[in-house]
C-alpha cells in the first residue's frame, strides 16, 4: 500500500491537539516545510493554520481526511526550533497549540493575508538603459514612460513609487528587464540601515564590568542582574548586547508594557545604530509586522518588546534580557496564560545563550533561584555619580486628620520642598476621584449592577465608572433609593488629591499620570517631557509613575497608602507592596539632590514595613521567602489555577466540583486541591466566577496530573455551562 502524507497543523481552536489533513492538491512535497501557514477547512468554515510536521501513514488511514485547501508561504515562518518552542510552550501552559501559534503571528499573517514585503524593491538603470531613449521606443508607450520616469530620476525608483507615479505599471518593469535595461535590487528600509550615530558607551564601574564579564555569550546560563534603581542596569544591557552583535548574534530585549518609552528607544537606537526592531501593542498592525519580519530574517540585530516579543523567530539569538523582571505585565492574564519572563529561560536554554533577568526589586521567584544556584547572581551596588539612595520614613497617621489621604505633615514637606525649587511626587494607587458615593440620608452606595463592585467617581466627565467591567453611567443628583440631594463622596484617586493640591498650591505646576490623563496617544510622553523641563513641580499618578521614568529633581515622594499591601487576601500581596514602595522611591534623588521617601501607613509598627525602611528591600524578601517556605507557598510549591464563571449564579461550582472530583482520583495525593471558592470578586461583568486551587510539591508532579486532567475537563457535562480556563504558575488569584 503506498504511502500517504498528512498535514500536522496547528489550527486556532479551543482544543488542544493539532489537525490532520491531506495535502493541498498540485503541491509538490518540497513544498511541504513546516512552519508554513495552510489554509484549511474547519467545520463549516475556513483557518489559517501552521503547518507543524509532515507524517506518513498507510494511504487507508488517510483516506477520511480532509484536504488542506493552501499553502500560504513559499518559506517557513516559523523555523524547527520556533515550533518546537511553542510546543512546549503549549503542553507547559496547557492551551491549544493553535492558538499559542497564533498568538506568535502578527494580526495579518493569523488572518491568512499574504507577508508584507520587507525588503525595498529598487529598479535601477543599467548602462545600457541608460544610453537609451524613450522617444525611440515608439509605439511602446508604457515602456517610454518608465524609462522616462528613470532617467529623471536619476537613474533608481523604488517599485512603490515607480507603480504610484503611473510608470508604465508592472509589464513595463518586467519589459524593460527583459531588454537588460534595468535592474532589481532588494534593500532593507532605510531605518535598519541606518548607521551607528557614534555615541560612545560611558565608562562601566566596577560593578558594571564585573557583571558584564560573569556573562558567559557562549552558552546557557541564567544571571539575576539585581541593581539598586539608578545603578546603571541599563548599560549592562547594552554592553552585553554590543557584544552579542559583535559576535553575530541576535538580541532580545524585553521590558514591561510601561517601560518602553520613546526616550528608551532613542538611548538604543543611539548606542546600537543599525538594525533594531521595536515590537510592542501600541505599533500599527504594518509596522509591526515588517519590524517581526525583519527581526525573523536576521536583518534586525536587536528586537526591543514588551511581553509578546519574547515568540519572534530570531535565528540567531545569543542573548535574551527581561528588565524589570518583578513586573506583573511579563504574565499574560488572559488567554494563553504565558510568563515572558519564564518563557524567555526556557528559550534561552533551548537556544544555547544567556539570559539575563534585572530588576531593584527581583520576584521572590528569581531571588529563590538565585539562592538555589539556578541563576547567578549579580548585584550593582553603587548608584551613578554621586547620588544617595533615598531615605525611607513611615509617617503614622493613625488619629491625624486627613485631607483627602495628604497628612499636615506630607502637606508641610511637599511645600518646602516646592520651595526649595524641587520637584515632589505623590504617588496613590487610585485613579479617579472617589472610589465612593453615598447618600448621606440613608446609606445607598452607587453599585455596579453587573459586579460586586462599587462605582468609582470620575469628576471631570461626571460619570460613575466600574474599574472592574468598563461600565459607566452618567453621576445621579439624587439618592436612586430615598431622592435625597446629600450625595457625598468617600475616600479618594488621583482626581481628587489633585484638586486639593491646586487648592493649596496654585502656582505649582501639576501632572496627573493615570490612566485617564495618558489615554491618547503621546500623552503620556508630552507630560513626562513637561516634567523634565521643570513646566510641572508636582507630580502625582498611580503606578504608571512608578515605573521605569527618571526624574533627575524629585527630592521628595510620598506613598500616599501602603496598608492594603500588608493585609491583602493575595499571599503576593506584601511582596507587591515591598517592591512598589522601592520602586516608587526609586523614583527620587538621582541625581545629586539626596531624596525623602514619605510612606503614610496605619501600621507603623508592622514588622515587614519596619525592616523595609531601616534594612532595605534583599531583607525584607528574605523575610517573606521564609514565610513562604513555612506555609509552603511558590517559589516553594507549584499551582495551577482553574477558573470557571457563568451567567448562572451555581454552574462554576457544580463544574469545579466535578473537576476536582476527577483530578482527586488522578492526582494519587501528590496534588494538593484547594477549593473550589468564590473567586474574591464573585461576579463580575454579570458573570458569577469561581475557582480551584491546585499546589503540588514537585512540578513534574503537576504537569503530569494536568496533562491528563485538562484534556479530559472538556469532555464534562457541567463544562458546557462555564466558560473554564488554565492558569499555570497563576500571579494574581482573580
Ligand atoms: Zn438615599
Ligand atoms: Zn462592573
Redesign the pocket.
Known sequence: MPEQQILRVAVPAPLHHSFDYLPPADTSTEQLLPGVRVRVPFGRGERCGVLLEVVTAADADGRRLKRALALLDAAPLFSAADLALLCWAARYYQHPIGEVVANALPLRLRKGEPPLPVLQRIWSLTALGARQNPLALGRAARQAELLALLLESGGSLGQEQILQAGGGGRPALQALERKGWITLDERLPAEVRAAPTGHPPPPLNADQQAAVAAVDLACFGSYLLDGVTGSGKTEVYLALVERALAAGRQALVLVPEIGLTPQLIRRFERRLGMGLAVLHSGLAAGERERAWHLARLGQAAVVLGTRSALLTPLPRLGLIVVDEEHDLSFKQQEGFRYSARDLAVIRAQRSGCPVMLGSATPSLESLHNARAGRYRHLRLTQRAGEAQPARLDLLDIRSVRLEAGLSPVLLRMLRETLAAGNQALLFINRRGYAPIVTCHACGWVAQ?R??D?RLTLHAASRLLW?H??G?QRRQESKCPECGDADLRTLGQGTERVEEVLAGYFPEAGIARIDRDTTRRKGSLDRLLDGIRQGKYSLLLGTQMLAKGHHFPDVTLVGILDVDQGLFGADFRAAERMAQLVVQVAGRAGRAEKPGRVLIQTRHPDHPLMQRLVSQGYAACATELLAEREAAAFPPYSYQALLRAEASREGAPREFLEEAAGLAETLAGGRVELWGPVPAPMER??GRYRAHLLLQADQRADLQRLLCVWVSQLAKLKSARRVRWSIDVDPQEMF
Open positions: 455596579c453587573r459586579c463592585a466600574c472592574h467591567c461600565s463580575r461583568a
